[in-house]
């Protein structure tokens, strides 16, 4: 349920509070006291992108013995008064989950600059923003050889929400890594422009699994999961996103792009907690435990042994990935 963001925060916060408030640990003592406000454009409990976000900033907020609150479901236009309400309550540290909150945190930010804002997946920096980037296009590629490995048709589809940066390079890298095994491969792409309308997804996986797709992959948070669906309805093959998404389609999921935010969510807070916050734009990737693929027992031995190569060789830097936001035809 959406949490009222500019008259009812200050309800909506306590309840969150009550939710996620964190334990204190042992090792906790340098962080007691910091509040941090976790910001997403979906439900903590999409099973993907914003789940994995509330869960990695539980952990991180554990870990350090800082206190959690957090809003869901946030529409863009509620954005700037989410961050500005959190800052004005006191909170010490305010996370927004995604590249589309980077501009309303430096907006923000001007006002408040006691509180250290921080963004995922944006280029938002200033004295006191800063963002953390995933190199998602890594997993991506790993997963377009996957799929270029396991379809029969030689036609794949990719499912994002919105045109943005951070789901563009996802794309790319997936077409980038399925025609590094076969450069004819047709990799046909749909964009829904929802974060959670299932049904979106749904459709433009039907339609592409009408038009011969036999793998589709999907980067669209919870509305892709309508993408799996339609998979699991038509008998082919899925590639599941941000998080271990084999539970959704047992018998056809390949594999899942993991987004470790705990790692990433970690990093940050424990830059508040050390004093040695910089505004600046971070990037982490396979190497640093940011991202990974999780593998599915669908796939054969020698397509794991392929990915493994693929993922190993990223890791160790012999292969690099290329990140390219362009919106290709």
């Known amino acids: 349920m959406k949490k009222l963001v500019v008259m009812g925060l200050a309800m909506a916060m306590t309840v969150s509070m009550m939710n996620g408030v964190c334990a204190q640990p042992v090792h906790a003592?340098?962080?007691?006291?910091?509040?941090?406000?976790?910001?997403?454009?979906?439900?903590a409990n999409d099973q993907g992108w914003n789940q994995t976000a509330y869960e990695g900033a539980q952990k991180a907020c554990d870990k350090y013995g800082c206190e959690l609150a957090y809003t869901e479901n946030l529409e863009a236009a509620d954005i700037s008064a989410a961050?500005?309400?959190?800052?004005?309550?006191?909170?010490?540290?305010?996370?927004?989950?995604g590249?589309?909150?980077?501009?309303?945190?430096?907006?923000?930010?001007?006002?408040?600059?006691?509180?250290?804002?921080?963004?995922?997946?944006?280029?938002?920096?200033?004295?006191?923003v800063a963002s953390y980037v995933m190199a998602c296009e890594q997993t991506a590629y790993v997963e377009g050889i996957i799929?270029?490995?396991?379809?029969?048709?030689?036609?794949?589809?990719?499912?994002?929400?919105?045109?943005g940066d951070s789901l563009v390079k996802i794309v790319n890298g997936y077409e980038d890594?399925?025609?590094?095994?076969?450069?004819?491969?047709?990799?046909?792409?749909?964009?829904?422009?929802?974060?959670?309308?299932?049904?979106?997804?749904?459709?433009?996986?039907?339609?592409?699994?009408?038009?011969?797709?036999d793998v589709i992959k999907h980067c669209a948070n919870a509305c892709g999961n309508g993408a799996i669906a339609a998979a699991v309805d038509a008998d082919i093959w899925?590639?599941?996103?941000?998080?271990?998404?084999?539970?959704?389609?047992?018998?056809?999921?390949?594999?899942?792009?993991?987004?470790?935010?705990?790692?990433?969510?970690?990093?940050?807070i424990e830059s508040v907690v050390d004093d040695n916050f910089e505004g600046d734009v971070y990037n982490l990737g396979m190497a640093d435990g940011a991202v990974e693929v999780l593998l599915s027992d669908n796939l054969t031995d020698d397509v794991k042994a392929t990915a493994q190569d693929a993922i190993?060789?990223?890791?160790?830097?012999?292969?690099?990935v290329e990140r390219d936001y362009t919106l290709r035809d």
């Open 177 to 213: 890594g399925a025609k590094s095994v076969n450069p004819d491969i047709e990799v046909q792409t749909a964009w829904t422009n929802s974060f959670v309308d299932t049904q979106l997804a749904q459709e433009a996986a039907k339609a592409m699994i009408e038009n011969g797709v």
């Open 312 to 320: 190993d060789k990223i890791v160790s830097g012999e292969l690099e």
């Open 147 to 163: 799929a270029a490995s396991m379809t029969k048709s030689d036609k794949l589809g990719a499912i994002g929400p919105i045109q």
């Open 83 to 97: 961050f500005a309400d959190y800052a004005s309550a006191g909170y010490d540290v305010v996370i927004g989950h």
């Open 99 to 128: 590249y589309e909150f980077g501009d309303p945190a430096l907006e923000v930010a001007e006002t408040y600059p006691a509180t250290k804002f921080i963004c995922t997946e944006s280029d938002a920096s200033s004295d006191n």
């Open 29 to 43: 003592a340098k962080g007691k006291g910091l509040k941090v406000a976790l910001l997403m454009s979906g439900a």
């Open 238 to 268: 899925c590639q599941g996103d941000s998080y271990d998404q084999s539970s959704l389609a047992p018998e056809n999921i390949l594999d899942s792009a993991i987004y470790n935010l705990d790692v990433v969510i970690d990093k940050a």
